[in-house]
């Protein structure tokens, strides 16, 4: 039986497109660099075939730069950010988003500074949105 399709980047996936929303458009050398900058390395045909297959899934674009493709993320990084919340909201949390935020305060465990600016984001999110 096939697994079905998953509507959000998978970790590999999503540290990919971290690489290209950050650089912009980038062969797979440029992202391989990027990645391998940080806490494992990994093979240039392991990138390039994730890459491909992230192409045919419609997460990048694809376009000929000489011998090489340059690849770019085909969504901005806060609609795909939101999608992956909005499915972690609904299928986690069954919708509630008091049940969420009070999870990611336990866990993240947020300093003075860091409350504040949340507070911040809610006051600005009632204006905005007239609550």
Do not use: C
């Amino acid at each position: 039986m096939a697994r079905p399709k998953q509507e959000t980047p998978t970790t590999g996936e999503l540290e990919v497109l971290k690489v290209l929303w950050k650089r912009g458009p980038s062969t797979v050398r440029e992202v391989l660099e990027e990645l391998n900058n940080q806490e494992r390395t990994r093979a240039y045909t392991s990138v390039m075939s994730l890459m491909n297959v992230m192409a045919d899934k419609g997460l990048l674009d694809r376009e000929p730069l000489g011998r090489a493709f340059q690849y770019s993320a085909r969504r901005p990084q806060e609609k795909t950010l939101g999608g992956i919340v909005s499915d972690i909201l609904g299928r986690v949390f069954e919708g509630s988003a008091p049940s969420l935020v009070a999870h990611l305060l336990e866990e993240s465990k947020p300093n003075a500074v860091e409350l504040e600016e949340i507070r911040k984001a809610l006051e600005l999110y009632e204006e905005e949105n007239h609550v």
